[in-house]
């Protein structure tokens, strides 16, 4: 399935354009559209502009997540893992980028830094009531089944 998404280029000559790398891929990549390269300090984060912005359709939102390769190799992730772009927001894409790692990581200009997955999203009418359907489960919460 396909959806149309507008986007507008914030800084010609720097901004890419999301790129899906394969056939399959769930996500596009996002580019860190800098001028010069920046160091992400162990346990600290930053926000990346993409130099790039959307117009979601309503009825979906974009999910920024990591890249598993900056994940494995650099502990370099999202702290806001996914990040919700919604179909009303209209500026700057940026990505909350997380040094988890032990050493400093630097971002380069145009480097792929966080991939761009959009889903469909549905809205809840929440409704009041004395008491919820029973289950099996019931009111086990976190660890209930054996971690």
């Known amino acids: 399935m396909k959806i149309e998404v507008q ?7 720097k901004a890419q354009l ?8 769930s996500g596009a990549d996002l580019y ?21 912005a959307l117009a979601i359709p309503p009825g979906f939102e974009g999910q920024v997540r ?4 900056l994940a494995l190799q650099h502990n370099i992730g999202l702290i806001n893992a996914p990040g919700t772009i919604d179909s009303d927001f209209r500026g700057e894409v940026k990505v909350l980028l997380t040094n988890f ?6 971002v380069q200009p145009g480097e792929r830094i966080a991939q761009l997955v959009i889903v469909p999203v549905a809205h809840a009418d929440f409704k ?20």
């Open 7 to 13: 986007l507008k280029i914030l800084r010609q000559g």
């Open 18 to 25: 999301p790129q899906y790398r394969t056939s399959g891929a």
């Open 32 to 52: 860190a559209c800098i001028d010069e390269a920046v160091t992400i300090m162990p346990g600290d984060t930053i926000a990346v502009p993409t130099g790039i």
């Open 66 to 69: 990591a890249r598993s390769g």
């Open 101 to 106: 790692g032990k050493q400093p990581y630097v």
């Open 128 to 147: 009041i009531v004395e008491c919820l359907p029973e289950t099996k489960r019931g009111e086990g919460g976190f660890g209930h089944t054996g971690w």
